[in-house]
């Protein structure tokens, strides 16, 4: 009877640090609790993603939908966006904006900036900036491309097309290329290496 008792202890010991693993695990990688200094040290570039996106907007973040859980969503990734906003807006010239020029890396933001939107609020907006009236327009349709829609609005929204422009912008990435030179490498071996340059593409073709 004892023996079946502290086999019993063992395993409910093993199902308690079971549960204890996944919770850790949980926390770490699902957090409980979002802040705004959490959203921009670490969610800045998706939620500017969406936010930029003339299809989108902020209606992924309404009606219970991306964090939802989460009551100031709405403020605070509003408050995301004028901070970038805000930024450019203080560093460059407007006139001078074309939506074809890739501008310098003005995005270094210090952690004191990051812990601090004092500056976003020192001063009262007198009039409406780019931001707020690309926000109350209407979502455009599923079928436009968003990067026509910033081509052809950048008079409008200068400083908006910028961040667009770095938001928006497809990632760089040599996968491709690296996968080429694996199938090449398996083609071209020493046993074969006396085949025609002709030849290598169309097998490369095929394996791709």
Do not use: C
């Amino acid at each position: 009877m004892i023996s079946i008792y502290k086999q019993n202890k063992t395993i409910n010991s093993s199902f308690i640090i079971a549960i204890q693993n996944s919770l850790e695990k949980l926390n770490k990688y699902y957090l409980q609790k979002v802040t705004l200094a959490i959203l921009k040290g670490y969610y800045k570039p998706y939620i500017l993603s969406i936010i930029l996106d003339p299809r989108f907007k902020l209606i992924h973040f309404k009606n219970q939908g991306l964090l939802s859980f989460y009551p100031n969503i709405i403020a605070d990734i509003t408050t995301i966006l004028r901070y970038e906003y805000t930024k450019i807006k203080n560093d460059i010239n407007p006139a001078n904006i074309s939506f074809d020029e890739l501008q310098d890396d003005i995005y270094n933001i210090s952690n004191k900036e990051l812990d601090s939107d004092d500056d976003l609020y020192s001063k009262e907006i007198t009039t409406e900036e780019e931001y707020i009236i690309y926000i109350k327009e209407s979502l455009i349709s599923q079928k436009d491309h968003p990067l026509d829609y910033w081509k052809l609005n950048n008079n409008r929204f200068p400083i908006l097309s910028i961040l667009a422009r770095r938001y928006l912008a497809m990632p760089a990435t040599s996968a491709s290329i690296e996968s080429t030179f694996s199938i090449g490498n398996n083609i071209i071996t020493k046993s074969r290496n006396r085949l025609s340059s002709t030849t290598i593409k169309e097998l490369i073709l095929l394996k791709s």
